[in-house]
Structure formats: structure tokens, C-alpha cells
């Protein structure tokens, strides 16, 4: 996985600190820049920023993908206005060629100040453990706060993991960073005019998913982790999960159906009962675009009681950044296969790809309750003044009524009720219909996000 061929250097070392190469790994070409070694960080000078603006040319001219490995202390002090030009027109670089080839980038040790900036408009972001990335450093964060605060607690590999959301994938080691890096080069297309990439698998298609159904709790409430569902589908039951740790109430991750990468969106259960939040919407929304610029399915596994109240979460922008998730599937073009499996209340149910945000298949399990609320919320609302064993039998009657994906399939909500067990062989052949898919695009600049 590791083994790597056919290495021609494009342009002479301007440095001894970055190199830019044209490499081939897999079969599969790449531009990989290197600023700075692993023990050796590098304060970033107009030369190398320049390098690496040349580098991201050459790949974007090349039509494939692009690696940086970066351990930079930023620019030196006593270099000038020319260093920031540098990192400048790298930024400018790599952002005219986001969209067109996947941008891959890791941390080697450090990435700080305006450097650290880039790592923010990349595909993905590997952090070697113990790395650590900021814009303002401790000493600064000190004077303007006077809190005194070390590198790893200000910036280091387990708060992008878990709290910024920049960390992708935190690796052991190099050589772990490499093999995820092989990983996602194997899964990802060489650019966005390519096909879906395609890659042999031994999983037969039929495959039917036994006892499946047994993984969701006989309770209403009882939770369950969704990655045992997905894994289930997909091929060969491998998972490559994106920012695992960050918004862990929701799941985004690669991986085959068919042989087909797909990409994976799902709410868990698991974790803050599935409900969303601000930082599960714009992990999904950034997930979905990537997805739709370089021509990779979505399927959407949906389980949610809603949107997570609370007045914090208001106040910083709920709605604005709920509707992010709504923008981006809306805008997707690609493939887009939604499974409901139990709940989808509410707004909730129309972000998570519902059959009028234009899903183009919307399968339901029999399990599946998609409504406005759930019925203790409706009955409490509707029925306040009843006492409580007439709010039992109402509350029964209003499961029976509408808590059930058929009075959703008879509005036209749900395409198909499908028994869990075939849920692998449904999307396999919506998947072979599907992938050819084309939309003509409206003719505009671009719409405007709700950032």
C-alpha cells in the first residue's frame, strides 16, 4: 500500500526544505510538496511559498490530487511583507483549485500562524500525533487574555480532533499518515470531471444483511451505534470515517458499494440521541459539497428526533448554520439515496435529504416515523389540558396513525418500505441506475452559502 513507483522530480530544490514531486502511488499520479522535514520545522519564506503555489499549479494543471506534508513555524519576523506574499498566493492557489482535484494536507510536527490557514482550505487534514496547529500562539493568547496556555491544550492534535473539527484523521506516526493518505487516494477521484472511482470487490451485490434489523433497540429511545448499520451495507464492511471525533452525532465517512466509492452521511443515535447541532450541520454541509465536486453518491442513513434545542445554540446561529445542511444537499447534483430507519422529525427530516430537498431514491424501513414530532412533544402540545391516561391512549394512537413510514409513502415522501435485510441490494441497484446521473446546472456564479 505504501510501495511507491515511478518518482520524477518536476522543479530543482529551490531550498533544502521543499521539494515539489510528481509521484505515483497505486497507480495513481500526485503532486506531493514537502515544506520542512519531520524534525526540522521551517519559518515559511516568500521561496517556498511560492513553491508551493507552483506545486498546487502543477497538479491542478496535471488534473491530480495534490499532498502537502507542512511543518512550518510560519513566516520569519525579520523577512517582510514578501513572506506573506508567499503563503498569499499559495492560499489563492489552492483555492482556485478547490473543487477540481482533491487537496490533501498534513501536519508533520507544526503548522503555525498564516500557514496554519491553509490547512482550513483543504479536502482533508492528517495530524501526526502530537503535531499542533494555531493562528495566534501561546504567548500572544497570554497577553491579550492573561491566560497562560501550552501549545498542545491551545492547539494540538486531540482539540482539532474533537473541538475545532480541522483534524480529518490523527495518525500514530508518519508512516500511519501515509497509509491514509494511500487510503483516500484509492477512494477519491484524480479530479471533478472524472467518473466515480471504481475498485474490485469480492462482496457479492445480493448479499443479504441478516438479523440487521436486530441492531436498532425494541425502545423508542434506546440507542445503538449506526457505523454496525453502514458497515453492514457497505463492501467488505470497511468504513473510512472522516472526522470521527468532532460532532460525533453525526457520521460522515468513504467507502464501496459495488466497487463505487460512495460517500456516507448518518445521523448516531449514540451520541446526543442523533439529534443536530451546529457543528453536526457543517460537518454534513462540508461533507455533502465535497461529495457533489468530485461526482461521489451520497447515501444518508437517517435517524433523528430533531434539531437540539437549547438558547446557546440559538444565539450562536442555529438557524443559519441548520440551513447549511440544507443548502448543500439542495446544490448537490450527484447521486443521492436517503434511508430512514427510525425517526425523522420535523426540520430535521427535511435537512437530512428528504424526498422534496430532491433525493433522487427515499427508502424507509418499516421501523422508520417520519412526522412532524414524536408523540409525547404532539400530544403535549395538542392535548396539554388531558389527564394522564388519556395522554397514554392518545399518544398510542397517534404512534398508530402517523408514526409509521406508510402514511409517508402514501404522500409521496417515501419511495419504497423495504425489509432491512435487502437494504444492501436495494442501493446496489438504485446505485447502478443512478450512476450515470447528469443535472443541467442553473447558470449563475454561485449561489450564496449561509456561512
Given amino acids: 500500500m505504501n510501495v511507491e513507483d515511478n518518482i520524477v522530480t518536476i522543479q530543482t530544490q529551490l531550498s533544502k526544505t521543499t521539494s515539489v514531486k510528481v509521484k505515483c502511488k497505486n497507480a495513481r499520479s500526485f503532486v506531493e510538496v514537502s515544506l520542512g522535514s ?51 498566493n499559495a492560499a489563492q492557489e489552492i483555492t482556485a483549485s478547490s473543487g477540481v482535484i482533491p487537496i490533501i494536507f498534513c501536519v508533520k510536527e507544526t503548522a503555525l500562524a498564516g500557514p496554519a490557514l491553509l490547512l482550513g482550505l483543504a479536502d482533508f487534514v492528517i495530524m501526526v500525533k502530537d503535531s499542533y496547529s494555531y493562528v495566534s500562539g501561546p504567548r500572544m493568547v497570554q497577553e491579550f487574555t492573561g491566560v497562560p496556555i501550552d501549545p498542545e491544550t491551545l492547539g494540538g492534535t486531540t482539540k482539532h480532533a474533537q473541538m475545532s473539527g480541522l483534524a480529518s484523521f490523527v495518525a500514530d506516526d508518519l508512516h500511519t499518515a501515509n497509509d491514509i493518505i494511500s487510503e483516500l487516494l484509492t477512494l477519491l477521484p484524480s479530479n471533478s470531471s472524472s467518473a466515480p472511482q471504481v475498485n474490485i470487490t469480492n462482496d457479492p451485490r445480493n448479499r443479504i444483511l441478516h438479523d440487521i434489523e436486530n441492531l436498532i433497540p425494541e425502545t423508542k429511545t434506546g440507542s445503538y451505534d449506526i457505523r454496525h448499520i453502514i458497515e453492514k451495507v457497505v463492501d467488505d464492511e470497511i468504513l473510512t470515517e472522516i472526522r470521527k471525533d468532532w460532532a460525533t452525532n453525526m457520521i460522515t465517512g468513504l467507502a464501496t458499494l459495488n466497487g463505487y466509492t460512495v460517500g456516507l452521511v448518518a445521523n448516531q443515535p449514540q451520541s446526543l440521541a442523533g439529534t443536530l447541532d451546529i457543528a453536526a450541520s457543517q460537518k454534513g454541509a462540508r461533507f455533502v459539497n465535497f461529495c457533489d465536486a468530485f461526482n461521489i453518491p451520497i447515501i444518508t442513513f437517517v435517524d433523528t428526533p430533531g434539531f437540539q434545542p437549547g438558547k446557546d445554540l440559538e444565539w450562536r446561529g442555529m438557524i443559519r448554520h441548520g440551513a447549511q445542511l440544507a443548502f448543500a444537499y439542495a446544490n448537490a447534483t450527484i447521486p443521492r439515496i436517503c434511508v430512514t430507519i427510525r425517526k425523522s422529525y420535523g426540520g430535521a427530516y427535511i435537512v437530512m435529504d428528504s424526498k422534496y430537498m430532491g433525493n433522487d431514491l427515499a427508502l424507509a424501513w418499516p421501523s422508520a416515523e417520519i412526522a412532524v414530532m414524536g408523540a409525547k412533544g404532539a400530544i403535549e402540545i395538542l392535548h396539554r389540558k388531558a389527564s394522564q391516561s388519556q395522554r397514554e391512549q392518545l399518544e398510542s394512537d397517534y404512534e398508530n396513525r402517523l408514526l409509521n413510514p406508510y402514511m409517508a409513502a402514501e404522500r409521496g415522501s417515501v419511495d419504497l418500505i423495504i425489509h432491512p435485510e435487502t437494504t444492501r441490494i436495494e442501493i446496489s441497484a438504485a446505485l447502478d441506475f443512478l450512476i450515470t446521473k447528469r443535472e443541467k446546472l442553473q447558470k449563475r456564479l454561485h449561489g450564496n452559502t449561509p456561512l
Avoid at 511559498?49 to 519576523?77: D, H, M, W, Y
Wanted: one cysteine or more; aromatic letters at 4%.
Fill in 38 to 88: 519531520l524534525s526540522d520545522p521551517i519559518a515559511l519564506t516568500a521561496e517556498d511559498g511560492q513553491k508551493l503555489a507552483e506545486g498546487v499549479r502543477t497538479a491542478r494543471g496535471q488534473q491530480i490530487p495534490l499532498v502537502c506534508f507542512i511543518n512550518s513555524t510560519g513566516a520569519p519576523p525579520e523577512a517582510g511583507i514578501e513572506a506573506l506574499h508567499g503563503w498569499g
